[in-house]
């Protein structure tokens, strides 16, 4: 069985720095892209970041490039995402989500999410 | 960027009815969308790849039609746990991969 499971959100203050991390298991995770997809209260869905499965490869939207870093170790089923420079408008919910293939960019397995709140 | 808009913002169903939600690109992204599922509480799960393809697991009163910049969900008869909010997702032109801003099936 495929899970996802994210860490590491918490409140910050605007312009401070947050790691996430999701542990992964139920599949041979270096196979895979992973994605962070965030999500702000009431809002909808937000992709943020994308890295491929040998991690070789990354990729931002425009709201979060310059700021976030995705990484994963592979060793350690694991996916991160370093948040720096974080403003009042990236609060959300984090998802952790496996892409269907290396960069096939369908997310068909999801986390349950970990929540992000910056304000001073 | 490619913009996916979702119409209707909201639709109002009895069980057993049929929805019919749309999601409109504004240039084509071919037959790469997809459709996901999500309720108050849960992440978001994936119904429909590549247009019409099913999800594993997902039941076959879903479905889903088109190509280039008009794409439908169907739900041939809804059950009390299909009410939920329903976003479509595009990965023709990436990165980004956007979504549609969702549609909300209540219960009328």
């Known amino acids: 069985e495929v899970q996802l499971v994210e860490s590491g959100g918490g409140v910050v203050q605007p312009g401070g720095s947050l790691r996430l991390s999701c542990a992964a298991s139920g599949f041979t995770f270096d196979d895979y892209a992973m994605h962070w997809v965030r999500q702000a209260p009431g809002k909808g869905l937000e992709w943020v970041s994308l890295?491929?499965?040998?991690?070789?490869?990354?990729y931002y939207a425009d709201s979060v490039k310059g700021r976030f870093t995705i990484s994963r170790d592979n060793s350690k089923n694991s996916l991160y995402l370093q948040m720096n420079s974080l403003r009042t408008e990236d609060t959300a919910l984090y998802y952790c989500?496996?892409?269907?293939?290396?960069?096939?960019?369908?997310?068909?397995?999801w986390g349950q999410g970990t929540l992000v709140t910056v304000s001073s | 960027e490619i913009v996916l808009t979702q119409s209707p913002a909201t639709l109002s169903l009895s069980p057993g009815e049929r929805a019919t939600l749309s999601c409109r690109a504004s240039?084509?992204?071919?037959?790469?969308l997809a459709w996901y599922q999500q309720k108050p509480g849960q992440a978001p799960r994936l119904l429909i790849y590549?247009?019409?393809n099913r999800a594993t697991g997902i039941p076959a009163r879903f479905s889903g039609s088109g190509s280039g910049t008009d794409f439908t969900l169907t739900i041939s008869s809804l059950e009390p746990e299909d009410f939920a909010v329903y976003y479509c997702q595009q990965r023709s032109n990436w990165p980004p991969k956007t979504f549609g801003q969702g549609t909300r099936l209540e219960i009328k």
């Open positions: 890295i491929s499965g040998d991690g070789g490869s990354t």
């Open positions: 240039q084509s992204v071919s037959s790469y």
């Open positions: 590549d247009a019409s």
């Open positions: 989500a496996k892409d269907m293939g290396d960069g096939y960019n369908y997310l068909d397995y």
